[in-house]
C-alpha cells in the first residue's frame, strides 16, 4: 500500500545579465560633457546640498536616457517574401487554373520556403549578435 509519493524537481537558476558597461559609457561621455559644462554654469551660485541635487539629477536624466529599449518590430519576413506570398494568393484566386498557373504558384511557394529560411536563419544570428554585444557570451553561466 502507497501512502505518498515523493517527486523531486530540480530547478534552473535564470542567466545572470552583464552588460557590457564599455559601449554604454562611451555613448554617454559626449553627453555628459553638455550637460557638465551647463552645470559648471549654473552651480557656481548654488549651495552645497543644491549642487549635489542637480548633479543627481543630471546623472539620472543620461542614465534614463541611455537605458530606453528601442522597440523593434516583431516582423521576421522581409519585404521580398511578403511580396512573394501576396503573388501566391493572386495565383491561388484565379478561378480558371490552367498548368501554367499551377506550376507558377509550385515555384512561388519553393521561393516562398527558401526565402522564409533565409529571413529565420537572419533573425537569428541578429538575436545572437545582439545578445553577445549586451551580455559577452551565449553560454550560460556555471
Excluded at 484566386?93 to 526565402?115: D, Q
Amino acid at each position: 500500500m502507497i501512502r505518498a509519493k515523493f517527486s523531486i524537481n530540480k530547478y534552473n537558476e535564470k542567466r545572470k545579465i552583464h552588460f557590457n558597461s564599455r559601449s554604454k559609457r562611451e555613448i554617454c561621455k559626449e553627453e555628459l560633457k553638455l550637460h557638465l559644462q551647463h552645470y559648471e554654469e549654473t552651480a557656481s551660485e548654488l549651495q552645497l546640498q543644491d549642487k549635489y541635487n542637480k548633479l543627481e539629477d543630471i546623472l539620472n536624466n543620461i542614465t534614463k536616457i541611455n537605458s530606453k529599449n528601442i522597440s523593434k518590430s516583431k516582423n521576421i519576413t522581409s519585404t521580398t517574401t511578403r511580396a512573394l506570398l501576396e503573388r501566391r494568393a493572386e495565383l491561388i484566386n484565379i478561378t480558371e487554373k490552367t498548368k501554367e498557373i499551377r506550376s507558377e504558384i509550385s515555384k512561388v511557394s519553393k521561393l516562398i520556403k527558401t526565402s522564409i529560411r533565409k529571413d529565420r536563419q537572419s533573425h537569428r544570428l541578429e538575436t545572437f549578435e545582439e545578445y553577445i554585444e549586451n551580455t559577452g557570451g551565449v553560454k550560460k553561466n556555471p
